[in-house]
């Protein structure tokens, strides 16, 4: 299993990544005729999305693709450019730059900064409690109403299961369980904290 590339959000001018989501965000290449399909066990999706969210909402601003034939149309009149073959920084995908697409989104997302490696878990996306900072967006409408910083909570978090060992091992040792949480962006698997 492989830890999964996840979609991120620019937020305050800054790179956050979506640790958990009470709605998935309506945005689907097959509507665009894009089938996405993986080209490496990193991006199971065959996509991610970049998003930069304002008080004005959530605009789709960047998509990174792989297309099961090959068909790239253009979106929103922005034609996908094709990564150099020397780089690795898209990972193969195509890169929509600056489509631009507002999102009517309706529920809450939690976004995470400054990510502790020493909770790296390879596979999956990673737990919201290893982020320094966790914040948790409130939509409604597409409109962004509220937002409530979690990252005290994310670090009493951490200092509890450093203090009980036993409780991480016991997590860890029920295998379909761990698998289930690590490729979910529930929040009642990622956040079971909130409310």
Same mark, same amino acid.
Do not use: T
């Given at each position: 299993m492989t830890?999964?590339?996840?979609?991120?959000?620019?937020? %305050? !001018?800054?790179n956050y990544s979506i640790v958990a989501i009470s709605n998935p965000i309506q945005f689907n290449p097959l509507d665009y005729g894009i &089938?996405?399909?993986?080209?490496?066990?990193?991006?199971?999706?065959?996509?991610?999305?970049?998003?930069?969210?304002?008080? %004005? !909402?959530?605009?789709?601003?960047?998509?990174?693709?792989?297309?099961?034939?090959?068909?790239?149309?253009?979106?929103?009149?922005? &034609?996908?450019?094709?990564?150099?073959?020397?780089s690795f920084q898209y990972m193969g995908h195509h890169l929509y730059r600056n489509i631009n697409i507002f999102m009517e989104y309706t529920g809450k997302i939690l976004i995470g900064k400054g990510f502790i490696n020493k909770y790296y878990i390879h596979m999956g996306y990673q737990r919201a409690w290893a982020y320094e900072v966790l914040e948790e967006l409130v939509f409604d409408n597409g409109k962004l109403v509220k937002t409530v910083d979690h990252s005290e909570m994310a670090k009493k978090l951490r200092k509890e299961l450093e203090n009980r060992p036993e409780e991480i091992k016991k997590i860890s040792d029920n295998i379909p369980l761990f698998v289930e949480e690590s490729f979910s962006l529930e929040m009642k698997d990622k956040a079971w904290w909130m409310k």
């Open positions: 830890a999964q590339v996840g979609d991120r959000f620019i937020y %305050k !001018g800054d &089938n996405p399909v993986a080209c490496c066990s990193a991006c199971w999706n065959g996509y991610w999305c970049d998003y930069h969210i304002s008080m %004005k !909402g959530i605009m789709l601003q960047n998509l990174y693709i792989n297309s099961e034939n090959d068909y790239y149309p253009e979106i929103n009149n922005v &034609n996908p450019e094709k990564e150099d073959k020397k």
